[in-house]
C-alpha cells in the first residue's frame, strides 16, 4: 500500500496536467469529423436525390462514435470544473492555513512580550524591594551604632561626673581634720594635692560635654539637661575653692548646705541624662526601623 500510493498519486498529477490538452484533442477531433461528415453529405446529396444511410448496424456505429465523443467532450468539461474548484477550494484552504499560522505567531509573540514584560516588572520590584531592604538595614545599623556612641560619651560624662562628686566627698569628709592641723602647710598641700584630681575631673566633665554634644545635634533636651550638668560641676568647683579658703583660713566658715546643694544638683542633672539616653530616643529608634 505504501508503494501504490505514489503511483496513484503521480497518475493524478499526470492527469490534471494533460486533462486540458486531451479535452482540447477531442474538441478538435469533433470538429474534423463533424466537417468531414457535413462535407461527404453534401457530396452525396449533388449527385444522388435520395441518400444513402447504409445499414442499421453502420448508422447505430456512427451513433455511438458521435456519443462517445460528446461524452468525451462532456467529461473534458466536468473534469475541467472538478480541477478549477479543487484549485480554488486548495488555495482557499492553503490561505486559511497561512492565517491560522499567522494568528498563532501573532499570539505566540504577545505572550512572550507580555511574560517579558511581567518579568521586568518583577525583577525591578525584587530590585526594589532588595535596596529598600539595604537602605533599612543600613540606617538600623547606623542608628544602633549612634545610640551606642551617645550611651558611651553619657557614661564618659558620668564616670567624670562620679570622680569630681567623689573626691570633693572625701575632701569634705577631712575637712574638719585638715582645719583643725595646727601647720597652715600641711593643711594647703595636704588639700591641694587631692583637690588636683578634682580639677582634672572636672575638666573631663567638659571634654566629655563638648564630644555627647557633637552626637546629639541640636536636640533641645539634651542641650537643655547637658548645661544643667555643666553648671552644677561648676557650681561644685566654686564649692571646692570655698573649701580651701576656709582650710587656708580656719576663721572663716565653709558653706555645708550650699556644697550639699551642688552636690545634688549634679546628681539630679546625670540622673535625667540617664533617662535621657535610656527614655527619650527609644522613640525615635522605633520610627527609623519602621521607616
Known sequence: MGDQQPTIEGWRKRWAAWKGSLALTFGVVTVALTITVLAQAIEILQPHTKVLWGSISEALAAIGTLLAVGVALWQSVVIRRQAQEDAR?????????????NERTRQEVEA??????????????????????HQALSNLQHHVQRQ???????????????????????????????????????????????????????????????????????????????????????????AERQMRQ??????????????????????????????????????????????
Request: glycine residues 4%; hydrophobic residues 40%; proline residues 3%.
Open 89 to 101: 477550494e486548495a488555495a482557499g484552504r492553503l490561505q486559511r492555513e497561512l492565517d491560522a499560522a
Open 112 to 133: 512572550a512580550e507580555e511574560r517579558s514584560r511581567r518579568d521586568l516588572l518583577a525583577a525591578d520590584e525584587r530590585h526594589r524591594a532588595e535596596l529598600e531592604s
Open 148 to 238: 551606642q556612641e551617645r550611651k558611651q560619651a553619657i557614661a564618659d560624662i558620668g564616670r567624670a561626673v562620679y570622680l569630681q562628686q567623689h573626691i570633693l566627698t572625701e575632701l569634705h569628709v577631712r575637712l574638719p581634720q585638715l582645719r583643725s592641723h595646727w601647720d597652715d602647710n600641711v593643711r594647703v598641700n595636704s588639700f591641694d594635692a587631692t583637690a588636683e584630681q578634682a580639677g582634672r575631673a572636672l575638666a573631663e566633665i567638659v571634654v566629655a560635654l563638648n564630644s555627647a554634644t557633637s552626637l546629639f545635634s541640636d536636640e533641645e533636651p539634651f542641650l537643655e539637661v547637658r548645661d544643667r550638668v555643666a553648671e552644677a560641676a561648676g557650681a561644685l568647683r566654686g
Open 246 to 291: 576656709s582650710i587656708v583660713t580656719p576663721r572663716i566658715p565653709f558653706d555645708a548646705d550650699k556644697y550639699q546643694r551642688a552636690q545634688d544638683n549634679l546628681t539630679n542633672a546625670m540622673s535625667d541624662l540617664w533617662d535621657l539616653a535610656r527614655i527619650e530616643h527609644a522613640p525615635n529608634r522605633h520610627r527609623e526601623v519602621d521607616g
